[in-house]
Every structure is written in C-alpha cells, then in structure tokens.
Nanobody, 124 residues
Framework: HVQLVESGGGSVQAGGNLTLSCATPALTPSGYCMGWFRQSSGKKREGVASVDDSERATYAEFVQGRFTISRDSARNILSLQMNDLKPEDSAMYYC???????????????????WGQGTQVTVS
C-alpha cells in the first residue's frame, strides 16, 4: 500500500502563491506518472497536472502558465507550485500515484490507484 501525504495548503488572497507537496514513503516505480487533482464543493474531481519520471508534464488548460508540477524522485516528493491564484482555484487538492507505464503525464483519473487525503486551498 502506498501512503501519500499532502501538505502546503492554506488561505491566500487572489494573486498569491502556494506550493503544495506530496510525500510518499515508497518509491514510485520507474516509468509511472504522478499527478495533482482537485475537487471543490459541488463539483467533480478534475485533473490539474501530471508528470512522468522524466519530468514530462501535462496541465489542465485552466492552470497553464500559472502552475508548475515537479517531481523529486530521490526524495520521493511531488510538488505543485501555484502562482497567481484565483478564487476559482479554491478546492481540496489531492496527489495521486499511478500504477502502470505512463509517458508525459495523464489527467485521466482512473489511471491512478493511490490517493492522498488532500490539502485545502482557499483563495479569496
């Protein structure tokens, strides 16, 4: 079982920045992807960003140019740098770990088997 632990959420004003981190004690196998998803009240969970083990990433259109996903495989940490935050970015953010070979990242949630408990981001 892979345990994912998110941190870094909080409350910021519009235009502010936050960095989310996701730690896992277990190594993600080579070739697998990791990702960030979010879910706000009354809405479906949506993919935000994903990265493979060569740092090739894919982003949702609504965060393009504002968010950056990165992966430190040596320390088993997945990060999401969020800049120029908007009120519509408010949500619970989850990190996720994939279970098969993946190239370039994927925002298709069924690909992911392991999920963290989430960290809340509120933008006012």
């Amino acid at each position: 079982h892979v345990q994912l632990v998110e941190s870094g959420g909080g409350s910021v004003q519009a235009g502010g920045n936050l960095t989310l981190s996701c730690a896992t004690p277990a190594l993600t196998p080579s070739g697998y992807c990791m990702g960030w998803f979010r879910q706000s009240s009354g809405k479906k969970r949506e993919g935000v960003a994903s990265v493979d083990d060569s740092e090739r990433a894919t982003y949702a259109e609504f965060v393009q140019g504002r968010f950056t996903i990165s992966r430190d495989s040596a320390r088993n940490i997945l990060s999401l740098q969020m800049n120029d935050l908007k009120p519509e970015d408010s949500a619970m953010y989850y990190c996720a770990d994939g279970v098969s070979e993946c190239y370039g990242g994927t925002l298709w949630s069924p690909y992911y088997k392991y999920w963290g408990q989430g960290t809340q981001v509120t933008v006012s």
